[in-house]
């Protein structure tokens, strides 16, 4: 669904095919049905892809988009669960879907907004949504044995920052040893836990 209260982007199509898929680094196959490489269709891959950065539930098999419409001729349907309220960082998926890039794959894309209280893996396990985008919190839940697997890694840096007064003594990561530090939870700063 396009937020009406964004106006519509207007973006070339090879800007905004190379803004959407640049990051892709990561292409669970295993949740896909085996074919090989020459025999798929790049632009139905690109197009799955290209719709669902982030995660997914295990076997995908049933949410394979294929190229075009389907055989009746209805396009599929494809929940994405963003991780926060409808805005910019999401624009990608906003262009995609007014310019009709989806449609010409067969995908009806239905983008679900976000919010302090709703948690991407959770609307992908619960079968919500097929498709949603996580922190590292979707690493945590994968070794907790959770079916779920990466698709796309849109940063590939951590944004996360570390704040610190210069005053209590902290200019590096390794002054924080034996220091109380304040993080959201394990699971959203696992990326902090790590450390």
């Not at 982007?9 to 669970?28: E, N, R």
Request: proline share 7%; charged share 20%.
């Amino acid at each position: 669904l396009y937020p009406p209260s964004i106006p519509k982007p207007k973006v070339s199509g090879a800007a905004l095919q190379a803004s959407i898929t640049a990051a892709l680094v990561i292409v669970a196959r295993d949740c896909w049905p085996r074919m090989s490489d020459d025999t798929m269709p790049r632009h139905a891959l690109h197009a799955t892809i290209s719709a669902v950065h982030g995660l997914s539930p295990c076997p995908a098999s049933a949410a394979w988009a294929g190229s075009g419409p389907q055989q009746n001729g209805a396009e599929q349907v494809i929940d994405v669960q963003l991780r926060w309220k409808h805005q910019f960082q999401f624009a990608g998926y906003y262009a995609a879907i007014a310019e009709g890039y989806y449609r010409e794959e067969g995908l009806d894309v239905r983008l679900h907004e976000g919010g302090p209280n709703v948690t991407p893996v959770q609307e992908v396990l619960s079968g919500r949504a097929q498709y949603g985008e996580a922190n590292s919190e979707l690493l945590y839940e994968r070794l907790r044995g959770k079916p779920l697997v990466a698709l796309a890694v849109i940063f590939q840096h951590s944004p996360s920052v570390l704040l610190a007064r210069t005053d209590q003594g902290v200019r590096t990561v390794h002054d924080l040893i034996s220091k109380p530090v304040m993080l959201m939870d394990a699971q959203t700063d696992a990326d902090f836990m790590a450390m």
